[in-house]
């Protein structure tokens, strides 16, 4: 019989073989079976794969210069449901991203809050893809090696994976063009779904483009994606790249900007808003081609920095663009009183009607009518003038009266709800209270004074009236008694009888107030009308669409929105009696020393009324008159009279334009009309 210790070695050695052959048959079965598994698979870990986003194409001015160009970048994709079922909720992952992406934490669980949460920051910072969908994230301060970082050890970052993203450059520190430019933001769950099934589908890491021309051009502007392998050592430096799809680059727009004469509108338009002396200023200026309706150049003040979108926008710098006002595209979308700006369309109306061009009218300090007064600017009176004065000096009491008369003749009150008077006709015919087709988004139509249109909105605001009427302004009446019955008073009346078209409303729409709103970009069309003799243009930004390789994929033609119907001899008479307006009228002082007789101006100022504020000053003008070339129009808010601060910034527009002590944004010939060759031009 054995010992007990001898069975007990027995025992060990009879497991110990059993373990030999186990480890060895697994030994066998994992070199021999699954060998090229495991090797492909450790292969694997050395590889990343990544998206390579197609090149942006290119946004140029009209000479060929780049106003936008693009560049790749090092980016994270984040899965949100990957990091949420983490012990802590992903947030030990998340404090090694952010400080790999140079965010903060709050930064990077701002960008990966879906939208459609109920406490969700603003877009475009919260994330207004997919919520199922992985977030891709990039920034400025993110170098791809620091991000390769993370993909070195995927199991220590589960949810997080490598990826390449496009952002876009600006190589022109003279010109900030916000809202003529856009700026990118990643493709919404809505444009994904849109796009299913289209030869150019949107994956929802995609970027898109966002306002101006970014958003107006994108599907040219956006080529196709590709992919690509880099090969990355223990440390996560890049060793190799290996390219698996090449991208398609996306096509690039020429537009028929001007780099040098937007500086210059920029720049001048800064300086009103800083005579004004007011916070609360906002402005525009807007260059036309007056033959063409071409945009020369465009800008709104306060304005955004596209800059500010690149690796997407924080929380706080977005709300303060909000808040100064600098997301509204001003040029496009202001809808503000014209003032006297306007007068040449009512002049067009007394026209029809049978007023004389060259007969003199009475112009008294002021004109009283259904128990209002109504006065000129500071009470001035010029005594009986011809018409061409009275719109030198702008004499508002020659077209009150005139639109008083034309009120009388129309019906006065008794006219019907249906109505366009002949101010609101000429205005209409004109293009005013709808939108010019610019190639810009979310362009604004504004309103025409008239009987329909009083109607239109009584129709829609008589509830609120009847309302605020019976409740009598119970807070406002807490510290103003006298306001509050006012604001009642007023509310009453228009809860019984605002459809009605009184006298004080046809005055006023006769010098472009009332329910007048216009946009700036709609007063240069029609004043470029006035200028090449009565075409409507269509104002337009891009010239052309143009491959990689430069060739033309299509070009843009400028755009006729039909002809107004006014005898050229009315034409010729606003043409000339407006050059006086620069010449000896109210924007004398801001042309004083410019060479009207070599680059004769034909203008009007106009000095808007609006309740509780300065009034809005405007400038629009066009030149040569003699022969157009140029329509320049220049709207600040809060800035007073015409001539105060629209007129002196158009006239540094001018010097800009005929090369007046500057350098001239174009030769004589004007601006180019040949497409730019533009292959192989990098910004």
Same mark, same amino acid.
């Given at each position: ?31 021999? @079976? ?253 260059? @036309? ?88 600017? *500071? ?183 039909? *002809? ?120």
């Amino acid at each position: 019989m054995m010992s007990r210790t001898t069975s007990r070695l027995l025992l060990l050695g009879v497991l110990l073989g059993c373990l030999l052959v186990t480890l060895a048959a697994r030994t066998a079965q994992l070199t021999v @079976l699954r060998g090229p598994d495991l090797a492909a698979a450790a292969e694997q870990n050395r590889l990343r794969e990544l998206s390579d986003p197609a090149p942006r194409g290119l946004i140029l001015d009209s000479s060929g210069l780049p106003l936008v160009g693009t560049s790749q970048s090092a980016a994270v994709s984040i899965d949100r449901k990957t990091l949420a079922d983490q012990p802590d909720g992903g947030a030990g992952v998340l404090g090694e991203v952010a400080a790999a992406l140079g965010l903060t934490v709050r930064q990077l669980r701002q960008r990966l809050t879906p939208c459609s949460e109920p406490d969700s920051p603003p877009r475009p910072v919260c994330d207004d893809g997919s919520p199922a969908a992985p977030v891709v994230i990039a920034t400025t301060s993110a170098g791809e090696e620091q991000l390769l970082r993370l993909a070195e050890s995927p199991g220590r970052y589960p949810g997080v994976e490598l990826t390449a993203t496009v952002q876009r450059t600006y190589p022109l520190g003279s010109i900030t063009g916000g809202h003529v430019l856009g700026y990118l933001g990643e493709a919404s769950a809505d444009e994904v779904a849109a796009t299913a099934g289209s030869a150019t589908p949107l994956a929802p890491a995609d970027v898109v483009g966002r306002g101006g021309l970014e958003q107006q051009y994108d599907a040219d502007l956006r080529g196709e994606a590709g992919q690509r392998y880099v090969s990355i050592d223990a440390q996560g430096r890049v060793q190799a790249t290996q390219q698996s799809t090449a991208a398609v680059p996306g096509n690039n727009l020429i537009t028929s900007i001007d780099a040098t004469l937007q500086a210059r509108v920029e720049q001048e338009l800064a300086e009103a808003l800083r005579r004004t002396s007011s916070r609360k200023a906002r402005g525009a200026a807007v260059v @036309l081609a007056a033959d063409t309706g071409r945009v020369l150049a465009l800008a709104s003040q306060p304005d955004y920095n596209p800059r500010d979108w690149v690796g997407g926008i924080s929380e706080r710098r977005y709300q303060q663009l909000s808040d100064s006002g600098s997301l509204v595209d001003y040029p496009v979308q202001a809808q503000v009183p014209p003032g006297s700006v306007f007068k040449p369309i009512t002049v067009v109306a007394m026209q029809r009607k049978g007023y004389g061009l060259n007969d003199y009218y009475e112009c008294p300090p002021d004109y009283t009518a259904g128990g209002r007064t109504f006065t000129n600017f *500071e009470s001035e009176a010029f005594g009986s003038i011809p018409l061409r004065r009275a719109i030198e000096v702008s004499c508002n009491t020659v077209f009150y009266r005139a639109g008083d008369r034309l009120w009388q003749r129309g019906g006065g009150e008794r006219a019907d709800s249906g109505e366009i008077d002949p101010v609101a006709k000429a205005a209409a015919d004109f293009g005013l209270g709808r939108a010019t087709g610019i190639d810009l988004p979310a362009e604004s139509s504004g309103m025409v004074s008239s009987p329909a249109a009083k109607y239109s909105l009584w129709e829609q605001r008589k509830q609120s009236w009847c309302t605020a009427a019976k409740k009598g302004y119970p807070r406002v009446r807490e510290g103003n008694p006298a306001k509050a019955d006012y604001y009642t008073a007023l509310d009453r009346e228009n809860c019984r009888s605002g459809n009605r078209w009184r006298q004080g409303d046809a005055i006023n729409a006769a010098i472009g107030q009332g329910l007048t709103t216009v946009t700036p970009l709609q007063i240069a069309s029609a004043y470029a009308a006035i200028a090449n003799g009565g075409r409507l243009v269509q104002p337009t930004v891009a010239r052309a669409v143009v491959a990689s390789d430069g060739r033309l994929v299509r070009a843009i033609a400028p755009a006729d929105r039909g *002809e107004v119907r006014v005898p050229a001899g009315t034409l010729r008479f606003l043409r000339t009696a407006m050059t006086g307006v620069p010449a000896r009228g109210t924007a004398a002082t801001a042309f004083a020393g410019f060479p009207l007789q070599r680059h004769p101006v034909a203008g009007k100022t106009g000095s808007a009324q609006v309740a509780g504020s300065k009034s809005t000053s405007w400038f629009a003008s066009f030149a040569p008159a003699d022969d157009p070339e140029y329509v320049v129009v220049v709207m600040i808010t809060e800035g007073g009279t015409g001539g105060e601060n629209a007129a002196p910034a158009a006239r540094g527009i001018y010097e800009t334009l005929f090369g007046v002590g500057v350098d001239a944004a174009f030769p004589r010939s004007g601006p180019p009309e040949a497409i730019p060759d533009v292959a192989g031009v990098r910004p």
